[in-house]
Nanobody, 114 residues
Framework: QVQLVESGGGLVQPGGSLRLSCAASGSIFSLAAMGWYRQAPGKQRELVAGITSGGSTNYADSVKGRFTISRDNAKNAVYLQMNSLKPEDTAVYYC????????WGQGTQVTVSS
């Protein structure tokens, strides 16, 4: 069983930065592929960034060059550094772990507005 708890969301002005954190419980963290997804009102949940157990990363085209995903297996944590934020980045951001099955956190709200 894996439990995921996100933190770090909030209100930021356009052009600003936020760093999201996801703390994971469970012994399989280092084996799991981790990802950040987001869901804006009226839209489907979409993958923002992913990182494999080996550290390979992938990003949605809309965030390439602005967001960086990283993981710390010693701390059972994954992070999403978000720079140059835009109003269209406003959404609830969810942490996801995939190992045999998929696990989700409860989400953290990110609002980009002046």
């Amino acid at each position: 069983q894996v439990q995921l708890v996100e933190s770090g969301g909030g209100l930021v002005q356009p052009g600003g930065s936020l760093r999201l954190s996801c703390a994971a419980s469970g012994s399989i963290f280092s084996l799991a592929a981790m990802g950040w997804y987001r869901q804006a009102p009226g839209k489907q949940r979409e993958l923002v960034a992913g990182i494999t157990s080996g550290g390979s990363t992938n990003y949605a085209d809309s965030v390439k060059g602005r967001f960086t995903i990283s993981r710390d297996n010693a701390k059972n944590a994954v992070y999403l550094q978000m720079n140059s934020l835009k109003p269209e980045d406003t959404a609830v951001y969810y942490c996801n772990a995939k190992y045999v099955r998929s696990y989700w956190g409860q989400g953290t709200q990110v609002t980009v507005s002046s």
